[in-house]
């Protein structure tokens, strides 16, 4: 059962992006819970790419996911001013940037 179209009618008033994702946070607490014991195993390089005005990850969650990668033999950060939550289609030229230090 979804989170914020309980009840089947209402999720026909949400916008096409909106019904999965939706259905996707019912599951999230749970998996996030599960993924929370899993970060040693990250043990390559990590960037992360995180806007400033995000309203749905908040961007303190990168100190976080810093302080938990300590497998990880380097974690980049760059925060982007002004960006919100969908950095991968409207942050084009960042992401790009990102990617193209990868070696």
Known sequence: MAIYGEWVFLQY???GAFRPSNEELVYLKTDLKYLDKEWDKITCPVWIIHGDKDTFVPVGNVEYAKKK?????SV???????????IPW???D???EVLMRLK
């Open 13 to 15: 008033f949400l916008p």
């Open 69 to 73: 990668l300590t497998k990880s033999p």
């Open 94 to 96: 960042d992401i790009k």
């Open 90 to 92: 409207e942050q084009y």
């Open 76 to 86: 980049e950060v760059k925060i982007l001013p002004g960006a919100k939550h969908f």
